[in-house]
């Protein structure tokens, strides 16, 4: 199920863990009459936060979120990017680096690099800012958790 096909991430009768989708891609559809059902993931819930985290007015030298797709237009939904920021501010500087490289900071500063080579910039600017040396295991497996525990934690 493509990022594409995915809509805004708004509650359905209370705190969402599901989409509704008028069409039906691929994917893990419940078989609801008028659309799918689409369970929520700790990618969705991150990509809303980084929607939320450049909404609003820019200040000082920050670079305007433009889209990549300027259909793109779907509404944040503000409690679940409130919880997931909530999480990001607990984290230590080194791995909040991690998830700022793959989600809010993946197109501004790392757009130009294949998902390899931003793998391999973001560990040279995380080890610059912090002095944390990240392998590349360790890299991921701070996303992984960090993505899970989003997962585990929002969604009810």
């Known amino acids: 199920m493509s990022r594409i096909d995915r809509q805004a991430l708004l509650p359905l009768g ?3 863990s599901a989409v509704l989708i008028e069409s039906a891609p691929a994917g893990r559809c419940t078989g609801q009459t008028g659309g799918c059902m689409y369970e929520l993931s700790g990618d969705d819930l991150l990509w809303n936060w980084t929607r939320w985290c450049w909404s609003g007015a820019t200040v000082g030298n920050m670079e305007p979120y433009v889209p990549e797709d300027e259909g793109d237009c779907r509404p944040v939904n ?3 990017a409130q919880a997931v920021d ?3 501010r607990r984290l230590p500087r080194h791995e909040a680096m991690v998830v700022q490289a793959e989600y809010t ?3 501004s500063q790392f757009g130009r690099y294949s ?11 995380i080890q610059q800012a912090t002095g944390a040396v990240l ?6 497996r701070h996303l ?4 899970s525990l989003v997962e585990r934690e929002v969604l009810p």
Do not use: C, M, P, S
């Not at 392998?135 to 991921?140: F, L, M």
């Not at 992984?144 to 993505?147: A, V």
């Open 14 to 16: 209370g705190k969402a």
């Open 115 to 125: 998902a390899t080579e931003r793998r391999v910039q973001a560990r040279r600017w």
């Open 144 to 147: 992984d958790q960090f993505r």
């Open 135 to 140: 392998r590349d295991e360790d890299y991921r």
């Open 78 to 80: 503000e409690d679940h």
């Open 105 to 107: 900071r993946k197109n």
């Open 86 to 88: 909530r999480l990001y």
